[in-house]
């Protein structure tokens, strides 16, 4: 039973993203996954392995599309040729949901390949909103989109961060994917209570939650996805599982990446949080 | 300000090269104090002013775009050196900010840049302009489309007025310099290199600069291509790289055999024999396939 009506994917339960580290182990040992995410970016291409590797996987596996540059909050519009390969993998995928960053990147055809953070206005949230509208009546898929770690605020800014999520998910009238790790992070770096982020959301948009860890620096906390989830976010996400209800859940684990295994079982223990609603009746 | 306006400000901010030290500029493009042009658009930030917070983001950008490149010239790298190759990246991005919205773009115009930019490589510009070359054409080999190819059967009817194209994957260079030889053993070295202690690192770097050093010009014709998702350089014979580099213009078979041998002084039974060695091949490494904009009928009816 869907959770919410951008939550058809309830069921899906923990998945992790595939990494180049992990391919020999999955071909070989071929272990059970509820699914893998994968940066959409990296098989945006014509041939070759990338897409030889994705279509092994897709045999097996279900797969979900995580991008990292189309920039919905990107003043300019839309990259037609980005939007073109996307939609060609997105076919391949037969991906149920696409998700991508509340952020921008790129201004007047230069990109930074960074997910620069959001002055949190109404025009901001407007092109955003029109942006992932077109995204999605082009790729014909449900898109969610992700908050993201911030190290800056600006002068211009009209509401909080959450406001700001959720004035361009009423007017996208599209799906959250609710990274508890970046809430956490941002919340640091920002001074606000996690939890007031969480309890601000609508609980009916998310189709999907991050979870990661990160690196803690002397002034401020980066959003590195290289470490175990710590403790404070776990509590976070079993927060937003109470609210929220059942939700697909993925680690994201980039840098410094451990062995397959290690990965898998640091993802699964989130399953005590997803199955906890269920066990309880609600 | 506009959403526009804020965007294309921390973007020229955020991009303006970092100081020697990896920190970011104190000044702006025009001159001005970069923490007032900071504190302009960022909010002071608990423990972090303004410029911090941009600092963040500027260190960000530059540390993942020469990371990127670091990655995908290792062979440039060897040829110029940690310490030149990283003032040619910081230059590079400089004057070439990625236009894409895939890293893997990022050194698309180095080539073209450096043969604007000569200084940047010094004595070793035409064995790193090579490199530039292979490296990217490796780059572009590796995940390029490719179409059905045509084998033996289909080159049985193939006639002098008809066309076959190339497979869209495979990339045709000629160096002065033998890079190939160079790239190959410059991977195998670094492939041991998990295992190597530091000094046997040291000996290895010495040898490298050695084998830079000491590498002789020598035209060389390559096809850059790949079989079961691995990219392979195959050395060619020049008639036969201008007869291949005829074919993917689009030249009929023809015409693409007359250029490739225009200057050669193989006897008649010479070319024929060639030529019944090179189709065989190019058919047993799937380089052939229809033309572009041609069905496969057309090419063979």
């Not at chain 1, 509820?34 to 945006?44: A, L, P, Q, R």
């Not at chain 2, 580099?245 to 041998?261: E, K």
Request: with cysteine.
């Amino acid at each position: 039973m869907p959770a919410n009506r951008f939550n058809g994917f309830t069921d899906y339960g923990i998945g992790i993203g595939l990494r180049i580290p992990h391919y020999a182990h999955i071909f070989e040992k071929k272990p059970a996954v509820d699914w893998f995410e994968i940066i959409s970016e990296n098989y945006m291409v014509d041939g070759g392995r990338p897409l030889a590797t994705l279509d092994l996987i897709l045999e097996r596996y279900r797969v979900v599309q995580h991008g990292v540059s189309t920039y919905f909050g990107s003043a300019e519009p839309l990259n037609r040729e980005h939007l073109r390969r996307l939609r060609t993998l997105v076919k391949r995928t037969k991906t149920p949901w696409l998700s991508d960053h509340l952020c921008w990147g790129s201004v007047d055809g230069t990109y930074s390949h960074d997910l620069l953070p959001m002055p949190y206005t109404f025009e901001a949230a407007e092109i955003t909103a029109r942006k992932v509208r077109e995204a999605r009546d082009v790729l014909e898929v449900p898109i969610a989109v992700e908050n993201v770690s911030s190290y800056a605020e600006f002068h211009m800014s009209e509401m909080t961060e959450w406001e700001f999520l959720n004035e361009v998910v009423e007017r996208a009238d599209c799906g959250i994917l609710l990274d508890v790790n970046n809430v956490y992070v941002s919340s640091r770096n920002h001074d606000f209570d996690p939890y007031d982020y969480l309890n601000s959301i609508p609980a009916g948009r998310v189709a999907q939650i991050h979870i990661a860890g990160h690196s803690k620096f002397q002034k401020y906390i980066l959003d590195t996805h290289d470490h175990p989830v710590i403790d404070p976010v776990w509590k976070l996400y079993e927060h937003a599982i109470r609210r929220i209800g059942p939700t697909a859940t993925l680690l994201e684990w980039d840098d410094s990446i451990p062995s397959f295994d290690e990965v898998h079982a640091e993802a699964r223990k989130a399953e005590k949080y997803i199955q906890a609603p269920a066990k309880a009746g609600l | 300000m506009t959403l526009l306006e804020l965007q294309r400000r921390m973007m020229k901010a955020v991009m303006q090269p970092l100081t020697s030290s990896g920190r970011i500029t104190p000044k702006t493009e025009d001159g001005r104090l970069m923490k007032i042009e900071a504190a302009e658009f960022i909010k002071q930030n608990g423990g972090l002013t303004s410029l911090e917070c941009l600092e963040i983001y500027s260190r960000s950008y530059w540390y993942r775009a020469l990371d990127s490149l670091f990655d995908d010239f290792p062979g440039l790298r060897a040829v110029l050196g940690r310490r030149a190759f990283q003032r040619l990246s910081r230059a590079y991005l400089a004057d070439c900010p990625s236009q894409s919205f895939t890293l893997r773009n990022l050194g698309a115009r180095l080539a073209g840049w450096l043969q604007r930019r000569p200084r940047y490589a010094g004595k070793t510009f035409s064995l790193a302009l090579d490199m530039v070359r292979l490296e990217w054409a490796h780059i572009e080999a590796f995940d390029s489309a490719s179409e059905k190819a045509l084998g033996h059967e289909d080159l049985i009817e193939l006639g002098p007025d008809l066309r076959v194209g190339l497979q869209p994957y495979i990339r045709l260079l000629e160096f002065e310099f033998p890079v190939d030889r160079l790239l190959i053993q410059l991977n195998r070295d670094s492939d041991g290199h998990a295992e190597a202690s530091n000094t046997v690192l040291k000996q290895k770097h010495a040898g490298l600069v050695r084998r830079v050093i000491r590498l002789i010009p020598e035209r060389t014709h390559l096809a850059v291509h790949r079989i079961d998702s691995v990219v392979y350089y195959r050395r060619l014979a020049a008639q036969e790289f201008r007869i291949l580099d005829a074919l993917r213009d689009g030249q009929p078979v023809g015409d693409a055999i007359q250029y490739g041998f225009e200057k050669s002084t193989a006897s008649i039974d010479e070319q024929r024999l060639l030529l019944e060695t090179w189709f065989a091949a190019w058919a047993e490494l799937g380089w052939l396939c229809p033309p572009a904009r041609l069905k496969k009928d057309e090419v063979t009816a």
